[in-house]
Each structure stands twice: as C-alpha cells, then as structure tokens.
C-alpha cells in the first residue's frame, strides 16, 4: 500500500502557491465537476464592535478565495461555505452575517455564485461518531459530496495543536461542543476530537499557514508570519506534518494518537510523504500552553506578582468554549484588582470535574457544571457559586466583589474592545497584514 501523501508549499503569490500544494498532494484529485463542496474556514470567534488580531487566528480570505478559484477551475459551481462561530453573547444572531460580509465572503457570493451559511441557522443531524458517542453536525456539510477543511496552522492550550480534526467541532451545535469537555478519562476532550472525521464525505485538508499562531486558540496567543501550506486528500496525514511543522512530535499529540489507533495507522510520519519543501525547512517550535506555577495552582505571571491568599487552579479539558472566555478576563481582572494585600484564603474552581481543597476559607465556583457538582460538596466552608451557562458577567463581577476581589467591572462589560488590547503587540508590523482578510 501506498504512502499518504502531503505537501508543504511556501505561500509566496495568490492562487499560485495554494495550487502548488493542492497539485503535488492530490487533494482534489477526487473531485466531481457535478458536485457539492463544502467549504469548512476558521473563524474562531468574532466581535462586531471592535478589530482583534485574526492573523493565526481566523482563516484567510486569501485562502479561501484561492481555493474557491481552484474549484471553478475543475468546473465546480455547487460551492458553499459554512461556520459556526462563536460569539460573546449566544444569543447574538447578526455576528456571522457581519464576520462572512468583512472577511468577503459577500463577494465570493458576487463573483463567483458562493453561497455562505451560519451552522446554527442551518439543521443539525443526530450522528454517532463512535462507541455509541453521539453529536449533533451540521447536515449541510453531511450532505456534500466532498468537503474542503481549512483550519489555521495553529497550537491549542487544550488540545496541543488545532488543525484539520479540530477544526470539525466548529460544525456541531452548541450542545454537543460542551458534550465534547467530557469527564470521561476513557473519552477526553481529545477523543473525541480525533473521531469527528469518521461522519465526513470525501474530503481534503488545506492548512492556513501564512500566519501561524502560539498558545491558540484565540486572540491572546501569539501570532507569527510563517508563510506556509500544507495539503492532504488524508486528514489525519496533514494534522501530523502540521503538528510536525509546530514543532510537536504527532505522537505527543494525544488527538493524533487516538486517531491513529482508529484507523490503524502509525503515530508518526513513517507513512506518509511530504512532497514540495521539507519539514526541517519550515518547522518552528511553537509553545501551546500557558505557564503555571509548580503546582498548577496560580498562573505564573500572578505569583511573579507576589499575588497571596488564592489559589486558582489551570483549566483543564474539561472547560468548554464559553467559560473559557470568562476565564480569560477573569484572569486578567483578578490581575488588575491585585493591590499587594493578600487575599482571604480564596480557591477558584472551573470545568467539569476539579474538586475543592479541604480548609479554603471561600470557594469560588465557575459555571453551571462546577456548580451542580459541588453544590452540596461539605469540604467547603463557604459556597460562592457564579452559575449560568455560561456565566453572567454581572453574577461573576458580583461574587468576585462578595469574595473580596474588587475587580473592575469595565474589564468585563467591555470585554468586546478589550480584544482590541491584543492588537497592540503587531502594531506597526507591516508582515501582520490586513489585506489577507479582504477579497478585494
């Protein structure tokens, strides 16, 4: 049997340097001119109210357009792209329509006859993905008759890495993402991620990486120009040079290893071949984890602040999406409220399985699922619970002021341009462009 193959391109010009990859993998060698192409970007999260950094981020228009061209070449006319994005408030309906019209996709619609969707205004479908685990996708991308997935060159703080696979969770709906943060050690977060492929049409990988990003997923890592493709008609192919690329062996990539074991494959790249620019020649070593203290108690910046009298443990896989953007400001506003004064023996408890420390003076309790697990737990002294799903930024404003943490509450009401905040560190770059998110 053959080796799989992916290649590696340098992104050097329009069209050019996304068909130099598609070319020499194959990836659309399986391509019917009478078919239905999905088209899966990654659009993380969006924000109608401000410009945060997408570089590494979001999928490029660039990209995507590229591949849309590449397409109509090969007679395609049936093209659609869909997302499901995330959005502060889950309520908000118009953020797709505003992400798909500034990333361009309006004018793929005008030039090219590419419609556009938002997953959540689309029917979802009861699919198992294996062992009886059950989600619901999006049936737009179930019914094509083959799906381009185009996720970001990417690490990821729970995951290690975020490329093709993971880049899938983007089609479920909002229930079955949460369901993914499992608590089951037999089925983590990573399993799960590793089996979304199995329900997929026919399909190939295209890996963004003209920017790349460390410590992803969101706005808050660090992005880099990296100039960089990766295509593969075999998913978990692409992943494991990604991952390689990132500078993360695929067998230290749990994800990899679950999917590998699936298909029954080894955990390394002893059967593929990588065609166009070689590994070592692109590889950068990207971190994906944010530091900790010793005991995983503090994050490492706050005991470099010489921050006393809490304990606020590392998320672990079990924190969904939404609580993780309450975590992200809520560290940062515990940051700013530090005075110098320590505080009274608080622990800050989140996710879906963490348990409390015997003693704490006040336990802090992020989320509906840290509530209803601990909710009569006698090992705490004293309950403050900021419940919801997710959590509401005044309940958590609140509890945070009743545990004696004056944050400050503009941090959290105006969490939307505090993304603008991250912009600040590409400032005057010119490699952190733009343009790459236009279609002009």
Not at 18 to 34: H, N, P, Q, T
Not at 127 to 153: R, S
Request: proline content about 7%; charged content about 25%.
């Amino acid at each position: 049997m053959g080796k799989h193959i992916v290649a590696i391109a340098r992104y050097r010009e329009p069209l050019e340097s996304v068909r130099k990859a598609v070319e020499l993998s194959g990836s659309f060698d399986a391509l019917k001119s009478d078919g239905k192409v999905f088209i899966k970007p990654n659009i993380v999260v969006w924000t109608e109210k401000t410009v945060f950094p997408k570089w590494g981020v979001i999928t490029t228009s660039r990209v995507i357009e590229d591949i849309v061209l590449l397409l109509k070449e090969r007679g395609i006319t049936d093209i659609t792209i869909g997302e499901g994005i995330v959005t502060l408030d889950p309520k908000n309906t118009s953020a797709s329509a505003h992400a798909y019209k500034a990333l361009g996709y309006e004018e793929l619609n005008r030039r090219y006859g590419v419609k556009f969707i938002n997953v959540f205004e689309r029917p979802f479908r009861k699919v198992d993905i294996g062992d009886g685990f059950e989600v619901k996708f999006n049936e737009d991308i179930l019914d094509a008759d083959f799906v381009v997935n185009t996720p970001v060159l990417k690490t990821h703080v729970q995951a290690v890495v975020s490329l093709g696979m993971k880049n899938l969770k983007g089609m479920l709906d909002i229930p079955s993402r949460k369901k993914c943060h499992t608590t089951d050690p037999e089925k983590p977060l990573v399993y799960i991620i590793s089996h979304l492929p199995k329900v997929l049409p026919p399909s190939a990988t295209i890996i963004d990486g003209i920017f790349s990003l460390e410590r992803g997923p969101s706005p808050d890592g660090k992005a880099r120009r990296s100039d960089i493709i990766i295509a593969s008609p075999d998913m978990l192919s692409a992943d494991m040079v990604g991952a390689k690329v990132l500078g993360h062996e695929p067998a230290t990539v749990p994800a990899m290893v679950h999917a590998a074991r699936t298909w029954n494959r080894p955990a390394d790249l002893s059967d593929i071949e990588v065609k166009g620019e070689p590994i070592e020649s692109v590889a950068s070593f990207h971190e994906y984890d944010f530091p900790y203290n010793k005991d995983k108690t503090l994050h490492l910046k706050m005991e470099k602040m010489g921050v006393k009298g809490l304990s606020y443990r590392k998320y672990d896989d079990t924190m969904c999406t939404y609580c993780s953007v309450i975590n992200g400001a809520l560290l940062m506003a515990i940051m700013f409220a530090w005075k110098g004064q320590p505080w009274d023996d608080i622990e800050i408890l989140s996710g879906k399985k963490m348990q409390p420390t015997p003693g704490k003076k006040k336990t802090i309790l992020l989320g509906q699922c840290m509530f209803n697990l601990h909710k009569n737990n006698p090992v705490i002294n004293e309950m403050l619970p900021i419940k919801g799903c997710p959590p509401k930024f005044d309940d958590t404003i609140e509890v945070l002021h009743n545990a004696g943490i004056q944050v400050e509450p503009a941090i959290f009401n105006n969490i939307e341009m505090g993304l603008s905040y991250f912009m600040s560190k590409y400032q005057g770059k010119p490699e952190f462009d733009e343009s790459f998110f236009r279609v002009d």
